[in-house]
């Protein structure tokens, strides 16, 4: 079953502005959140990381909430740069399985000039 | 630094033939984790392997297979291919076992016709 969920495939932003990618989750045993950026034909990178007992981490343009409440979480990107565009990919880890993360579908971002 | 290295990064085989997968992890990582990922769809969780040991498996047939060797770096073995076997194969390597901070190779991109 799909445990983490991105509903958005797709997110087209003009270069400067803000890119705000969605991400929500069913599983209230995930205490650990990542997001990972993917370009054709390499790894997915790491990007930016949240534990569960925080509702926000910023790390240069990056910043993502975490709305436990509402089960979302949310990356945001600012300004977004054309270098941005790829695929990205929301993860989590749970509480009593740390040994693997469960994984979105992906949003891919493309940033236009 | 080298960060995590698979091995080949292109393979196309025959259905029903065996296939073998290489993962060097970060140097000092004790972590190996394996990772499939098809068109379309987020990376399914296959292994992860910590201090040689399995900790977790995901949903996948006996056919899929691992282990991790005393340098930690990590086989993923698939027998009797199948044509849904074709996928982009991650391995992910971390400090610890608990994926806080998983880095991903380039991918193995596995064609079986």
């Known amino acids: ?113 | 630094d080298a960060g995590v290295t698979q091995s080949p990064t292109h393979l196309i085989k025959t259905r029903g033939q065996h296939v073998t997968l290489r993962c060097s992890p970060i140097s000092g990582h004790k972590s190996v984790s394996w990772y499939q990922q098809v068109l379309g769809q987020g990376p399914q969780f296959i292994f992860q392997y910590y201090e040689k040991e399995e900790r977790g498996r995901g949903n996948f047939p006996d056919r899929f297979s691992a282990r991790q060797f005393p340098n930690y770096s990590s086989e993923l073995n698939v027998n009797a291919l199948l044509l849904g076997d074709s996928a982009l194969y991650l391995c992910a390597s971390s400090l610890g076992g608990g994926n806080t901070e998983a880095f991903f190779g380039q991918g193995t991109r596995l064609t079986v016709v």
């Open chain 1, 1 to 113: 079953d799909q445990q983490v969920k991105q509903n958005s495939p797709s997110l087209s932003v003009q270069e400067g502005r803000i890119s705000i990618l969605n991400c929500d989750y069913t599983n209230s045993m995930f205490d650990y959140f990542l997001w990972y950026k993917k370009y054709p034909a390499e790894g997915p990178t790491f990007l930016i990381s949240i534990s569960s007992i925080k509702d926000k981490n910023e790390d240069g343009r990056f910043t993502v909430f975490l709305n436990k409440s509402a089960k979302h979480l949310s990356l945001h990107i600012v300004p977004s740069q054309p270098g941005d565009s790829a695929v990205y990919f929301c993860a989590a880890r749970g509480r009593s399985n740390d040994y693997k993360l469960s994984f979105g579908a992906g949003t891919t971002v493309t940033v236009r000039a």
